[in-house]
């Protein structure tokens, strides 16, 4: 057995230190030792998406990611998008547009979606499609998760034009 | 899911690398994204009891273009490779080819040197990289070699290198013409059930020169002298396709799997190929 590595993050703003082995897939290691349980395991074949977080400005799937890799990185999840009382407008489109049903891949496509309008504000819906590919749903059909987010998308360029 | 224990290193330099990998020799693997070695490791299909993480090596992720000469650094990401303006109008072909590869996230961490050191007949690159004719440059023990990505490839997961040898840059000169990235594939990020590279260049309404890669028709990416040859001189009228295309079919030898038999993987990469000359010589 290997010997197990001091790890440093910082998670949703919040320095973090624990010890982990080096097998540790990311994913384990923010559900299991630091409880941030809204990133999902979904696949074993890095399909899915569900696990999907934000590390260093880079959308990951953390169920392909070993700790030691994430080492000293930043990394924003579900929980660090948004407060239940003061949704992000991701989130708030989400619900209002119906993008989910059973909520299992929902913190993927949203940490996701933060990242495609980050780097295309103005996507197309086949951008959106495309951008998103890496995301799976059983649940949706997708459609609404696509209205999701170019509603998200239009309010949140509205918001910035507003703010000129 | 649960890969088996190994000993986790982040060097910092290259000559550290080499050591780790002469002291553990076949027991030690570097990593680049991770995204085809830790799927295996999760699987257990690969065990690395020592895994050399090459993510703080200094100038591997660097894309350099001097003149006609392109060195992309082995840690370039899919990303960074979709992402760079110079590279998409030096090298268009690579930009086409990286957007049909994998996913957004797969994307953000897969390099370049792990698709083309990787040796699974499904990744795309390597036949890229034998359309382009490009240079794989290795550093190992007794120092650095190179060798032609048409010459690298021996079996599924066999190539060139030797086990304490590290791919660190790919080396090609830009191409000139017409270019094309055809794949049909069942969805996204799905391996190729067939897919063919292509560069043409154009003079005088005649082809002067095509190179013909094929990705996933064999155990190795399949360059096809023979199909390029059959354009040359040819207005790439329909009679110069159907050539180009038996001479593909002579050199390719894929094999039956979910993507389909023999017969359908031959008639796909007929129509592929079709295309993806066509769309090249659109261009040219």
Redesign the interface.
């Known amino acids: 057995m290997s010997d197990k590595m001091h790890i440093k993050l910082k998670v949703n703003g919040e320095d973090k230190e624990f010890l982990a082995e080096p097998r540790e897939l990311l994913i384990f290691a923010l559900r299991e030792k630091l409880d941030i349980t809204g990133p999902h395991v979904g696949c074993e074949t890095s399909h899915c998406g569900a696990c999907t977080v934000i590390i260093d400005g880079k959308s990951v799937k953390s169920c392909t990611m070993f700790v030691g890799q994430a080492n000293g990185s930043e990394i924003t999840t579900i929980e660090g998008i948004g407060e239940p009382d003061a949704l992000h407008v991701l989130q708030e489109s989400f619900r209002e547009h119906h993008g989910l049903q059973c909520g299992f891949c929902t913190p993927g496509m949203i940490t996701r979606a933060t990242k495609l309008l980050e780097e295309n504000p103005t996507p197309t819906e086949e951008e959106v499609r495309f951008g998103m590919a890496g995301n799976i749903c059983r649940c949706t059909g997708y459609q609404n998760i696509v209205k999701s987010i170019l509603a998200a998308a239009s309010e949140l360029n509205a918001a910035k034009e507003a703010a000129q | 899911?649960?890969?088996?224990?190994?000993?986790?290193y982040?060097p910092k330099t290259m000559t550290e690398v080499i050591a780790i990998l002469q002291e553990h020799g076949d027991d030690a693997r570097v990593m680049a994204g991770?995204?085809s070695l830790?799927?295996m490791?999760?699987?257990r299909m690969a065990e690395v009891p020592h895994?050399i993480?090459l993510?703080d090596i200094a100038d591997l992720a660097d894309i350099a273009i001097e003149g006609q000469k392109i060195t992309l650094g082995a840690m370039v990401t899919q990303?960074a490779l979709i992402d760079h303006t110079g590279l998409s109008s030096a090298a268009p072909i690579l930009r086409e080819a990286s957007l049909q590869i994998?996913?957004?996230?797969?994307r953000?961490?897969g390099t370049i040197g792990g698709n083309v050191a990787n040796g699974d007949p499904g990744n795309d690159m390597p036949g890229v990289m034998q359309c382009l004719d490009a240079q794989i440059n290795l550093v190992g023990p007794d120092g650095s070699r190179s060798v032609a990505a048409r010459d690298y490839y021996e079996a599924a997961y066999m190539t060139d290198r030797e086990d304490d040898e590290v791919l660190t840059s790919i080396s090609f000169q830009a191409p000139t013409g017409g270019y094309a990235y055809e794949k049909q594939k069942r969805k996204?990020?799905d391996y190729a059930t067939a897919a063919a590279a292509v560069l043409i260049s154009k003079s005088d309404g005649k082809v002067a020169s095509a190179s013909i890669a094929m990705t996933n028709l064999s155990d190795v990416p399949v360059w096809s002298e023979e199909a390029g040859a059959a354009l040359v001189g040819t207005a790439c009228d329909a009679a110069a396709l159907e050539a180009a295309v038996a001479a593909m079919l002579g050199d390719i030898d894929p094999a039956e799997d979910n993507r389909g038999p023999v017969a359908f993987k031959r008639h796909v990469a007929g129509v592929i190929l079709k295309r993806a000359i066509s769309r090249a010589w659109d261009r040219a």
């Open positions: 899911m649960i890969p088996a224990a190994f000993d986790y982040r991770g995204h830790i799927p490791m999760k699987l895994l993480d993510q990303h994998a996913d957004p996230q797969v953000y961490m996204i990020g």
